[in-house]
Structures are given as structure tokens and as C-alpha cells.
């Protein structure tokens, strides 16, 4: 339901306050005393109007939403588009660095040298809009969520952007010259690593997309967690799976060598851990009933 929302108007809000200060009543004619009452009225508000909007308002306010990030992310590649073959180059670098020397990189079809720079800068481009990015999707979602919803949605979106962002440098940084290494290392004697630049690109953007989702572990875990649908005690029941589960999602998703996948096993399980451990900082988890009615006893 919070996907389909829209804010009220300034007229809304404004009226919907003077009711308040002015002592009215809610409907069932008790006054209106409480600081919460009057948040929960008035979120109770916002949800049965926007209930009402047409599905195709709705639509239009996703397109708006659509546009403005499109836009943002033609405006940046624009302006890297004149330095596409420097970003393929830098890109590039960790590759150039582990063949050998009478080895270079080629370009097996016609068109790769020029769609492979300018595949990159597509992807730059959306790597650098995406606070904009989340923002747009936080401005469509943000009407229909409570006040506190709110502020725990805020710190969300930011440790997201920045987990993504740290999962893209450590692949970049770490992992991808490791893997390299390695698989250059194992190539037979008579055989001269030439790698496609379309080839490297494609597989230097799954690494890079998957070590950025991959980062985003400990705030999937703590949303789990505030939403109910786990708790604190069962995840760590549980620990045991999820850590063979982090080494078997790492097999299966990174390329087939026991290097990056033990970068990218290891990493999800501490990420998990972090995720747990702020979960336990943040959240206050009532206890069982059982629990409760031992503690009752006691007192």
C-alpha cells in the first residue's frame, strides 16, 4: 500500500492542525488531548485519502518519479561520455597489470570498441545518481509510511547508499585483481590470455553489482527484524545455516574459482553478523510468554 501514495496538500495539513488546537472532537466524540492520538488521526487520514486516489494517479506520480531519474542519469552520462575510453582504461587496469607482457586485451566484434566504453559510462552514471536515485523512490513511498516509519527509513536509505558504494570499492580495490590473478596464473603455457573487452566488462559489472547487493546484508537483516517477519533469537538458532548459505550463494553467483568465492562468503557472513548485532543494540525484543510467566512468578 505504501507504494501507492501521495502527500497531502499544505491546505490539508494546515486544517487538519487548526481542528486540533482548536479542542474538536474525533468521531466517536472523545476530545482530541493526545500528542499521539492526533499523529494516528492524522496518518489515519492520509491513508483513507490516498486509498481513494484512482490507480492511474497513482501511475502518473511513478512516472514523474521515473522521468526525474532518467533524466539525472542522462545528464551525468552526458557530461562522462567525452571520457568513456578513460573509464574503460581505468577499468581496465587490474587486467592490463596481470597479463603478460606480449599480451594485450582484444575486441572481437566490430562495434565493441565503441559500446563497451559507452556500456560503462551507463553504468557510472547510475552509479553516481543513485542517492538521487533513492531519493526519487524515498519521495514516492515516504506519504504513505507513519512517523516513525519514517525515521527509521531515513538512516536506512543512507547506510544503504553507502553499503553499496563500500561493496563496489572492495570488489574494485580487492577482489577483482585477486580473481584476475588467479585465473591468469592457471592459464596453460601455451595459451596467451587475450581477453574481449566486452567479455571483461560484462564480468566486471556482474562482480561489481553483486559485491554492492551483497553489502546491503546487514540492513536486509535489520528490516527483517523491525518488520517481524524474524526475530533476534531465531536468526541466531540459525546461525549455522546461514553461514552455509552465505558459502553456497557465494558458489553459485561468483565466477568459478575458490578465490573470489571465499572473498564474497566471508564478507556476507560478517555483514550478517553486523546486521545482528546492530538488530541487538536497536531493537528491545519482549520476551516469550513462557519467559514472561517464569519472571512474573519470580516477582
Not at 568513456?84 to 594485450?104: F, G, H, I, K, M
Not at 585477486?178 to 601455451?190: H, S
Request: aromatic share 10%; charged share 15%; with cysteine.
Amino acid at each position: 500500500m505504501g507504494l501507492f501514495k501521495r502527500t497531502k496538500s499544505r491546505q490539508e495539513k494546515l486544517t487538519s492542525t487548526d481542528t486540533v488546537e482548536n479542542g474538536q472532537t474525533l468521531g466517536n466524540g472523545e476530545p482530541i488531548n493526545d500528542t499521539e492520538t492526533t499523529e494516528k488521526t492524522a496518518s489515519t487520514d492520509v491513508l483513507s485519502s490516498l486509498g481513494d486516489m484512482p490507480i492511474t494517479e497513482h501511475l502518473i506520480e511513478l512516472r514523474r518519479h521515473l522521468i526525474k531519474i532518467c533524466v539525472a542519469i542522462l545528464v551525468i552520462f552526458l557530461a562522462l561520455v567525452g571520457y568513456s575510453r578513460e573509464l574503460y582504461n581505468l577499468l581496465s587496469d587490474p587486467l592490463v597489470a596481470q597479463l603478460p607482457a606480449n599480451s594485450t586485451m582484444i575486441a572481437t566484434d566490430i562495434t565493441s570498441n565503441f559500446m563497451a566504453p559507452i556500456r560503462l559510462t551507463v553504468f557510472v552514471a547510475a552509479f553516481f545518481a543513485m542517492p538521487y536515485i533513492l531519493y526519487q523512490i524515498w519521495s514516492f513511498v515516504a506519504p504513505g509510511l507513519y512517523k516513525k516509519e519514517k525515521k527509521i527509513a531515513i538512516p536506512v536509505l543512507l547506510s544503504s547508499i553507502f553499503l553499496f558504494y563500500a561493496g563496489v570499492a572492495f570488489s574494485y580495490f580487492v577482489v577483482l585483481k585477486g580473481v584476475l590473478k588467479f585465473f591468469i596464473m592457471f592459464a596453460p603455457q601455451n595459451v596467451l590470455p587475450m581477453t574481449d573487452i566486452d567479455s571483461y566488462l560484462s564480468f566486471a559489472l556482474k562482480l561489481f553489482m553483486v559485491f554492492g547487493l551483497t553489502f546491503e546484508i546487514p540492513v536486509v537483516t535489520l528490516l527483517l527484524i523491525l518488520t517481524g517477519i524474524v526475530s533476534i533469537q531465531s536468526l541466531e538458532d540459525k546461525r549455522r545455516y546461514i553461514i552455509v548459505g552465505c558459502f553456497a550463494v557465494a558458489a553459485v553467483v561468483t565466477p568459478p574459482d575458490g578465490v573470489s568465492m571465499l572473498m564474497l562468503a566471508i564478507p556476507m557472513w560478517l555483514l550478517f553478523e553486523l546486521g545482528l548485532f546492530l538488530s541487538k543494540i536497536l531493537i528491545k525484543e519482549a520476551p516469550s510468554p513462557a519467559l514472561a510467566s517464569v519472571l512474573s512468578d519470580k516477582k
